[in-house]
């Protein structure tokens, strides 16, 4: 009965949170005045040019998910699981582009390589003029979105190759060499941990307008922001977002089908050892390198033209005067944001995975779909649903933030919670059971300590997300109540761009600093 | 007169159209250790797990101490209200818990006061022979030492039923004849009414007042260690 | 105990601990209705660099703080505007300032905004302030052609972009955002449908590029990438500024010229302000000709609307200017009528 009563709650405040914010939108958009009308809809569909649009966002995040899966997994697999030297270093370089807005990853290539760019005395003019047009289109933006979404697969891999039951790779290593036990076992074990970062890359691609838009490459998303930007009209702007809807219905049937299959593995107490590592030998040193290499260009170069802009420390003083309080602010909404996420994900997380009840499947594909919606169209609902004199209380205050980035992120941090879940035998909540514990005792003192991985890496995941969003933010903080990364892009109007790099860089520190001490040590466990 | 502590009456069980147990009828009496041979796959965890509660039997009832607890897919009694102990076929000892702490947790649970609960303890793992190891979390256990952990961690909350799953399969014959002899002496002492259920013929027959054989989800046979013996000399 | 009061107190302690860290939160609602505090809800335009140090200085005058929501280019986000829309029917903002006109012209015709007539506007001219009272100028932008000086020759007319010597040479903001955007539809009110749409086809037909926005046009040009753009003056006078190679034209300036179209800031007094009288008190500072001063001394170099108002030696004032005699209700209302062509203009 408690069990039956939270886990109802929690999927009544994920249709509260997420679900009707989008309904109120999605019914504006088809009254018009006062009737019901198809007609932005209609005018969506019957123009030839939003299908092209549709092919180019279609082919931009489907090459950006095909390259961070194809590079992000293997990188996943050498920083989790063997012994190449500098692995932490790796992975915290690799992590920070998705601490950046990926607008400023954008800028600092076109600043590198563009045609006033700080290679063109190097390079040559001719040179850049063909590097820059490159960069210009598709292929610059494939490039500006694979670093910024790199690290997503890469860390979702080490976390679920720490799901592996050892005993399953230490079988089939009596049999094969290191490379067909990953092949065959290995990776078809973490699948959904692939499809899911697969998925979310693709979603955050389809969804992003910035970086084409600054680098010339017309996609789906410019329709829906043209029309709240420009033209302020909130019904266009929603009926352009809906096929964000039909995409990820396809996306989850895809990942559904290809999951089909997948089986369960279930730990023991006994099992609970260390993953086996994969020892280097001859080869620890070209990867190292490689590694390197794939940080130096990933991130190192698009972060050292930030370096570069804002060299001067009066610029950095100047730049922490400006940013205020909305670094603290930052820091303790994405605190708070990623505890109840990775709450609320747990919770979302055993509905899916125990299917406690009937509309499990529903509530997954909602965290999904509100995932996918651009942050605009839930940001507008948060507005229309909470901003009454009734709810000023929350809507005027930071929780309407927190409402936002529990309605957007809550998919990722379920997921994560899904995958752990899955990892944990049902006897040992059984166990619990027949000792008389009640369901809230058996989550608090055998779910959650089994979790703890998984939690950590939710906990994470739902910070990063938090941290650097932008779209949800802008549109429902309270007056004076702006964070770091809204600061920056409301001062990129006009500011000097050292001010802006110099902020950047400070966000990236500001994070990574508490992230490095808290995580990785923990995620990087080794044997002895 | 014998009281009826497990009853099951016609239960029937499937899982995607594989029935599992098939109008199934069963009757066990208090303070007796019965049985429940069968080959795998036969249902015979499948009824465990119907009269611990985790699963609702899609036809039929079944009755605890007189007290109807499941019935007709539903579920009427929870599992944590049964007073029921079970050792689980892969132990489910928590391995973030010591020793201590896997029998502590029930005791905490139903609020029992520590002085009390530590008296508890340490009589329970003197009981199986564990007193040193308390603080050892299941990891460091050797195979035979984990298996007296679940059966201690079952037996701590005094309970009127004990559900036993294959606990003794993975063990060498040494350790699983000196630990069925345990099991026996528990039961007999402590009194508690013990369903066991096993693949194993010469563990069914040693331990066994009653053996009911289950095939096919079905019950064939239940009687006496004797006639089961016969029975089989027959086959 | 029994298992069913354990189950309660579990519930409570999980909602306990989920109320703990959010129930802080709160608190900056709460305050808000503290009559001792007297704060004031700013959602502003105008970008942040240019406009924070005003609203500091009128913190520092009157010891009322100011909460601000600040505005993003167009082409990176949705914003104030978007907010003030959405939360008509509940307002949180007292004042909005407009970066131009247009916005507060959208905002009366939504009836978001309030009738106010400050003292301060008195000395405005009538073309920049509703006549109405639904909104007032101060501090405005012209639109002007940056050039680079590498050029032998300069571009004196709008009419330029379509001249063949600058085919493919040329390049303006995206005209579905912002003052562009405002400057075509003034185009269109000033010269009709017809001689309008046939400079744009022509601009096309001329090759001109499109960039994200006056900022970057005004880089481009900078950089010898494009010989002219149509650009804001704040944009040319901080290349200007920077010593880049670049000079600032004011456009049409021949007798018998359109002249150069004016974009003035906007100051709107909400309608269903929470604190409507410190709201008024805070536009009578903002069309003040002490904050034009101010604006005109600042790097975005703003033209002040009251005369003898003392700014830079550079800086031209608006009385020595031709400017585009428009009606910004007018142009509001063509804004709307022209989008779909202004979208299949830029290809969409």
């Known amino acids: 009965m408690q069990k039956r009563i939270v886990l109802i709650l929690t999927a009544g405040l994920i249709v509260a949170i997420g679900l009707l914010p989008v309904i109120s939108m999605v019914l504006k958009s088809v009254i018009m005045d006062g009737h019901f009308s198809l007609e932005a809809y209609h005018g969506l569909m019957s123009s030839k040019r939003q299908w092209i649009l549709l092919k180019h966002s279609l082919t931009l995040a489907t090459l950006v998910m095909i390259l961070t899966t194809v590079i992000g997994v293997p990188t996943g697999i050498l920083l989790g699981k063997t012994n190449i030297p500098l692995r932490k270093f790796f992975l915290i370089v690799l992590t920070v582009p998705l601490l950046l807005p990926p607008y400023i990853i954008a800028v600092s290539y076109s600043d590198l390589l563009g045609q006033e760019g700080l290679l063109m005395p190097l390079l040559g003019e001719v040179f850049i003029h063909h590097t820059s047009q490159w960069l210009f289109g598709l292929p610059g933006c494939t490039l500006v979105l694979f670093s910024a979404f790199l690290p997503i697969p890469v860390v979702l891999t080490i976390a679920f190759l720490r799901t592996v039951n050892p005993h399953m790779e230490e079988a089939a290593r009596l049999a094969a060499s290191w490379g067909k036990v990953l092949k065959g076992i290995t990776l078809p074990m973490i699948m959904p941990g692939i499809l899911f970062s697969a998925l979310l890359v693709f979603l955050l691609t389809f969804g992003e307008f910035g970086v084409p838009n600054f680098l010339r490459y017309d996609v789906f998303p410019v329709e829906s922001f043209i029309q709240f930007s420009a033209f302020y009209n909130f019904q266009a702007a929603t009926a352009t977002s809906m096929p964000m809807a039909v995409i990820t219905f396809l996306a989850l049937l895809i990942e559904t089908y290809l999951l089909r299959k997948q089986t369960c593995q279930i730990q023991t107490a006994q099992d609970n050892r260390q993953i086996p590592v994969i020892y280097l030998q001859r080869s620890h040193i070209p990867l190292t390198i490689a590694a390197g290499l794939m940080a130096l260009f990933i991130t190192i170069v698009p972060v050292f033209t930030l370096i570069i802009k804002s060299a001067d420390p009066a610029i950095y003083a100047q730049a922490i005067n400006k940013a205020g309080n909305s670094l603290l602010r930052s820091i303790t909404y994405a605190g708070i944001s990623a505890t109840l996420l990775t709450v609320l994900g747990l919770l979302t997380g055993y509905l899916i995975q125990t299917r406690a009840l009937k509309i499990w499947r529903t509530i997954d594909s909602l965290t999904i779909f509100l995932f996918a919606l651009p942050g605009t169209v839930i940001g507008i609902g948060l507005i229309s649903l909470w901003n009454t004199s009734w709810t000023n209380f929350i809507y005027a205050s930071p929780l309407i933030i927190l409402l936002g980035y529990l309605a957007k992120y809550t998919a990722i941090t379920s997921r994560i919670s899904v995958n752990q879940l899955a990892k944990i035998s049902p006897s040992m909540e059984e166990a619990a059971q027949v000792a008389g514990a009640t369901w809230l005792r058996r989550m608090i003192f055998i779910i959650i300590p089994l979790s703890r991985q998984g939690l950590i890496v939710a906990w994470l995941t739902g910070y990063v997300f938090s941290l650097r969003d932008t779209s949800i933010t802008m549109m429902v903080y309270p007056a004076g109540h702006d964070t770091l990364p809204v600061r920056i892009f409301t001062l990129m109007a006009n500011g000097s761009p050292e001010m802006i790099a110099s902020l950047c860089i400070i966000l990236v520190l500001a994070t990574l600093l508490p992230l490095g001490i808290i995580s990785l040590p923990a995620l990087l466990k080794r044997p002895e | 007169m014998d009281i009826k502590v497990i009853e099951l009456n016609s239960v029937s069980k499937s899982y995607n159209n594989h029935i599992a147990i098939d109008n199934c009828s069963l009757n066990i009496v208090q303070e007796k250790r019965v049985v429940i041979l069968g080959a795998s796959g036969c249902g015979k965890t499948t009824i465990l797990r119907l009269i611990a509660g985790f699963i609702a039997p899609e036809t039929g009832s079944i009755r605890l101490n007189g007290q109807q607890v499941s019935a007709n897919n539903k579920i009427l009694v929870p599992p944590e209200k049964r007073n029921i102990g079970m050792v689980f076929q892969n132990l489910a000892l928590w391995p973030h818990l010591s020793v201590h702490g896997n029998l502590a947790f029930g005791l905490k649970v139903q609020a029992v006061p520590e002085k009390e609960r530590e008296k508890r303890i340490y009589n329970m793992l003197k009981l199986v022979g564990l007193s040193r190891l308390a603080q050892r979390k299941p990891s460091e256990l050797s195979g035979g030492q984990q298996q007296r952990v679940a059966l201690a961690r079952a037996l701590i909350l005094n309970p009127d039923i004990i559900l036993m799953d294959e606990p003794l399969s993975s063990l060498d014959e040494d350790l699983n004849i000196r630990l069925r002899t345990k099991i026996v002496e528990l039961q007999e002492n402590l009194g508690f009414t013990l369903l066991y259920v096993t693949h194993n013929l010469q563990e069914a027959f040693s331990i066994a007042h009653t053996v009911v054989l289950l095939k096919h989800g079905r019950v064939e046979f239940q009687g006496s260690v004797k006639q089961a013996k016969r029975l089989w000399q027959r086959q | ?348």
């Open chain 3, 1 to 348: 105990m029994s298992c069913n009061t354990t189950a309660i107190k579990d519930i409570f302690r999980l909602l306990l601990l989920i109320a703990i860290p959010t129930i802080p939160l709160l608190l900056p609602a709460c305050a808000r209705n503290n009559q001792e505090i007297k704060t004031l809800t700013v959602y502003v335009s105008e970008d942040q660099v240019f406009s924070e140090p005003i609203l500091q200085d009128f913190e520092n005058q009157t010891g009322i703080k100011i909460k601000a929501v600040y505005d993003t280019e167009e082409t990176k986000s949705t914003g104030a505007m978007n907010r003030l829309i959405a939360e008509k029917d509940n307002p949180q903002a007292d004042v909005y300032w407009a970066n131009e006109p247009i916005r507060a012209e959208i905002l009366k015709q939504k009836a978001i905004s309030a009738h106010y007539v400050s003292p301060e506007a008195k000395n405005i001219p009538s073309m920049f302030k509703d006549p109405q009272g639904y909104w007032t100028g101060f501090s405005a932008r012209v639109r002007v052609f940056i050039v680079n000086t590498q050029n032998k020759n300069k571009p004196l007319s709008i009419s330029d972009y379509l001249d063949p010597r600058w085919k493919g040479k040329t390049v303006i903001a995206n005209p579905l955002f912002g003052t562009t955007t405002s400057e075509i539809a003034a185009l269109f009110t000033v010269w009709g449908d017809k001689r309008a749409k046939a400079f744009m086809m022509g601009m096309k037909k001329n090759m001109v590029a499109i960039s994200t926005s006056n900022g970057e046009s005004a880089d481009f040009v900078a950089a010898g990438r494009y010989a002219f753009s149509l650009v804001d003056s704040d944009d040319a006078t901080n290349r200007l500024r920077q010593n880049k190679p670049v000079a600032m034209v004011y456009p049409d300036q021949q007798p018998g010229g359109i002249g150069c179209f004016v974009v003035p800031n906007a100051a709107v007094l909400i309608k269903g302000a929470p604190h409507p009288e410190m709201a008024k008190k805070f536009i009578d500072f903002l069309l003040s000709p002490q904050t034009e001063s101010k604006l005109a001394f600042a790097d975005c170099a703003q033209i002040p609307l009251h005369q003898g108002v003392r700014i830079p030696p550079e800086m031209k004032p608006l009385s020595s200017i031709r400017i585009m005699r428009v009606d910004y209700a007018r142009i509001a209302k063509k804004m709307i009528e022209i989008q779909p062509f202004l979208k299949s203009w830029v290809g969409l």
